[in-house]
């Protein structure tokens, strides 16, 4: 008697232990991500970015994270170990892989969060919206929320900036978790999904960012169509119109709640326009995917596809006409221009480079290639959900709808992810939820990922060459914003420059690779970059910086030699004098 | 008389004191912990109620996700119609707070006829 009620006791201490075991290993894991992470020097100078020049014991902390994982998940017959310790693992994988650059530096990455700031710091001064200054101010939903959460806290904007990508990775997170929960009941699937977005998380999308905020409420919503607005209808009969129409008559809906459905369909009626106003591109995929969702019979409320389709129209015909007027959308459509724009551009520039460019490439496939694999798995065995499908391919549509500035595959990519890695599950985990991994299985899954944490880290970090910054940079920048006049022109070589967060609407900012689009030849972005400072009757500054360099240099635009002669160049020509210089960058004043 | 539970209490009064200490201004750690409370959380708590959701996974996202779009909703606005000022805008999240929480007594005193 006694015996058997010593039992539980002794198998819960059993897994009081375990439980402590595996939080103290990701506990060691973080330790030592952050222990190197903190150790590096700046500035990156290698051209496959911080991968490259990240210690050794960063590594190790990523495999014996994945290693730890993977113990946890195959936990034992009854399922992976508990709730508490498989979030803690999660968070310390965020951490490692999204925080690592803040770990490195108190500079946030990149030019566009800088540039966010500045529109967030523009709106507070203006107290209204301007939409003639430019796209984001006929898309301000997301900049009003900043600046009222900046004014409203106090925090320091460059603080929030520089972990703003952990903070969203985090809200991303809880949102594909309670995706996940709707669309399989395995809880170790559930959790490998979230690890392998995390690990398939290269598009470096979630900096301060309208598609950010936008991704987020994006996720909430698909939550809200799988989950309380989900309807259950019959296998498709086929294109028979009578048919067709009896299919869709016999829709019910998931929820039978009234109640509950209309409070999911309230949210979803508040996420829509909030979407709409913040972001130029997530609107058209929440469309398509609600559309998609709806046509396939897998969706309650029907007019869903109508009522989004016309707060987009609404939102583009009114707030957004300013901005449209001069930039007609369909101007960058077509499979080709896109094509040409998000792939034939972006394979260029040095052996490192490229490097960097494929790896990325190579991880998206595989992960894709898992999915249909798994798909295809999933099929034979009666398991798949077509909703899922519909998830992950239904994003390839916005591929020919606009180049989007060469980022459109990134952005597909990105929306598409959870339902990829949900997919790739059942080739990764193939038996149902009862069944506990080998322990091989399971070695060969925690390698697998660490493999996948090494192709993120590198694409995902593949830049830092030119958009992690040095505080000489910063000084740079804060000094040819204070030395250049209100109305004046300041002109940096190339992007990314960590500049406009604190004066945003003041100086005309332009850089030189814009002006020249890319041909760095002294003989012809000469003259342009000198006519075009030299116009501005207030004058110009011209910015140097060791990162614009590194980028024109990195994407192959120009060579340390060319980059050397062209500054020299300009600043031999009449009215051009160096006003400021430091161990990362030079400040010339042309007096017009 | 309607009774009130005293979660629906605690959030509507909660969102009234904190939308006054916050007026008044606390030390930045303090102020900027106020603040998000009062900006996203309260009114993201007491909408997310009002959903009747009770998946609470789902519930719990809902508190993030209510709160930050009804923030963009309030702020967008406000910048348009050039009211905008955080003060209008913690006045805005605290009143829509409390008025969540009168429709959520509401709700409940009609669970309790029925």
Redesign the interface.
């Known amino acids: 008697m006694t015996s058997t009620l010593d039992t539980p006791n002794r198998t819960e201490r059993r897994w009081k232990t375990r439980d402590l075991w595996l939080s103290l290993a990701g506990l060691v894991s973080l330790a030592l991500a952050v222990g190197a992470a903190a150790s590096v020097v700046l500035p990156v100078s290698s051209d496959l970015g911080l991968a490259a020049v990240l210690p050794y014991p960063y590594w190790v902390g990523v495999l014996l994270l994945n290693a730890t994982f993977f113990v946890a998940l195959r936990g034992d017959a009854t399922g992976p170990a508990s709730r508490p310790v498989m979030m803690w693992l999660l968070a310390v994988q965020v951490i490692v892989l999204f925080g690592v650059a803040a770990l490195v530096t108190d500079v946030p990455r990149g030019e566009v969060a800088f540039r966010h700031l500045g529109i967030a710091d523009a709106?507070s001064d203006m107290?209204?919206?301007d939409p003639n200054i430019d796209a984001y101010f006929n898309w301000?939903?997301?900049f009003?929320?900043l600046?009222?959460?900046l004014?409203?806290?106090?925090?320091d904007p460059v603080t929030v900036a520089l972990w703003a990508p952990v903070f969203n990775v985090g809200?991303w997170l809880?949102?594909v978790?309670?995706i996940t929960?709707y669309l399989t009941r395995d809880p170790r699937r559930r959790w490998l999904v979230l690890w392998l977005f995390c690990l398939g998380n290269w598009q470096d999308q979630d900096y301060l960012s309208p598609q950010a905020?936008g991704v987020?409420?994006y996720f909430?919503v698909v939550?809200m169509l799988v989950?309380?607005l989900a309807a259950r209808s019959d296998k498709f009969p086929g294109l028979r119109r009578a048919a067709l129409a009896a299919w869709w008559r016999g829709r019910s809906p998931a929820e039978p709640?009234p109640?509950?459905r209309v409070?999911?369909l309230?949210?979803v009626l508040?996420?829509i326009?909030?979407i709409t106003?913040?972001h130029q591109l997530t609107p058209f995929m929440l469309l398509i995917v609600i559309t998609t969702l709806t046509l396939s019979g897998r969706v309650w409320p029907s007019r869903l596809p109508l009522i989004a389709g016309v707060v987009l129209v609404l939102w583009l015909v009114y707030?957004a006409s300013t901005y449209l007027a001069g930039h007609p959308p369909i101007e960058d459509a077509g499979l080709q221009i896109a094509a040409e724009a998000n792939v034939v551009e972006r394979v260029s520039g040095t052996a490192g480079h490229l490097l960097v460019v494929q790896l990325r490439v190579v991880l998206t496939v595989v992960l894709w290639v898992l999915a249909a694999v798994g798909a295809v798995l999933a099929w034979r065995r009666g398991r798949l959900d077509m909703r899922v499908v519909l998830l992950a391919v239904s994003p390839l549509l916005l591929f020919p709808a606009q180049a989007y500035g060469g980022e459109m595959l990134i952005r597909v990519s990105l929306f598409a992810l959870p339902f990829i890695a949900l997919l790739a599950c059942s080739v990764l985990l193939p038996g149902d939820g009862s069944t506990q991994p080998s322990p091989r299985a399971a070695g060969g899954l925690a390698l697998t990922c660490f493999l996948l944490a090494v192709l993120t880290v590198t694409g995902r970090f593949g830049n830092a060459q030119y958009d992690v910054f040095t505080d000489s940079e910063m000084d740079a920048v804060a000094t040819v914003e204070r030395l250049a006049p209100p109305g004046s022109t300041i002109l940096s070589a190339a992007h990314p420059t960590p500049w406009r967060s604190d004066s945003y609407l003041e100086h005309r900012y332009r850089t030189m690779d814009d002006l020249c689009q890319e041909d760095f030849t002294t003989a012809t972005c000469g003259p342009i970059v000198y006519n075009y400072a030299a116009q501005n009757p207030n004058g110009a500054h011209l910015l140097f910086m060791r990162s614009t360099e590194a980028s024109v240099v990195l994407q192959g635009d120009s060579s340390t030699q060319g980059f050397a002669e062209f500054e020299e160049w300009l600043s031999m020509q009449n009215g051009v004098e160096l006003v400021f210089s430091n161990t990362d960058a030079r400040i010339y004043r042309v007096t017009p | 008389m309607r009774s009130v539970s005293r979660p629906t209490a605690a959030v509507g009064l909660a969102a009234v004191a904190l939308a006054l200490v916050t007026l008044l201004g606390l030390p930045t750690p303090l102020q900027a912990v106020a603040v998000t409370v009062v900006l996203v959380l309260l009114p993201g708590h007491a909408l997310a109620r009002l959903t009747q959701v009770t998946d609470l996974p789902l519930a719990a996202l809902l508190v993030p996700a209510l709160g930050l779009a009804a923030l963009t909703a309030v702020s967008t606005t406000m910048f348009y119609l050039a009211v905008w000022s955080w003060q209008a805008c913690v006045l805005t999240m605290s009143l829509i707070t409390v008025l969540a929480c009168v429709a959520r007594v509401r709700q409940e005193a009609k669970w309790q006829l029925s």
């Open positions: 709106l107290q209204r919206v301000p939903g997301f009003a929320l600046a009222t959460v004014e409203a806290t106090g925090l809200l809880a949102a978790a309670v929960g905020f987020f409420l909430v939550a989950g309380p709640r109640g509950h409070g999911a309230a949210v508040l996420l326009p909030v106003a913040s707030p």
